[in-house]
């Protein structure tokens, strides 16, 4: 049974930084991982995606702000997130896929963390 449980959000000013976690069990080789968010009243949106070459992908809106990583053994999967704004206040989750490449959307889904920004 694959589980994902993020961690890591929170309430911060703009301008600050939040690193969100999430810890993958149940799924292991080369998957495509990622962020999503939704913010209250809107569709659910991909924040940033890598895929099992661990090349990563971001929506314009968080280029030059955010970086995805995974640690050695792709169990964790991390979301650096800078210069927040208060656009990004959203409900974050974690996703994972059966396919090495991101292209054929996500299996897998956490329960997400909350990330509100205040100005």
């Known amino acids: 049974q694959v589980q994902l449980v993020e961690s890591g959000g929170g309430s911060v000013q703009a301008g600050g930084s939040l690193r969100l976690s999430c810890a993958a069990s149940?799924?292991?080789?080369?998957?495509?991982a990622g962020w999503f968010r939704q913010a209250p009243g809107k569709e659910r949106e991909e924040v940033a995606v890598?895929?099992?070459?661990?090349?990563?992908t971001y929506t314009d809106s968080v280029k030059g702000r955010f970086s995805i990583s995974r640690g050695n053994a792709k169990s964790t999967m991390y979301l650096q997130m800078n210069n927040l704004k208060d656009e990004d206040t959203a409900m974050y989750y974690c996703?994972?896929?059966?396919?090495?490449?991101?292209?054929?959307?996500?299996?897998?889904w956490g329960k997400g963390t909350l990330v509100t920004i205040s100005s």
């Open positions: 996703a994972a896929s059966r396919m090495g490449t991101c292209d054929y959307g996500m299996d897998y």
């Open positions: 149940g799924i292991s080789g080369q998957y495509c």
């Open positions: 890598v895929d099992a070459f661990d090349r990563p």
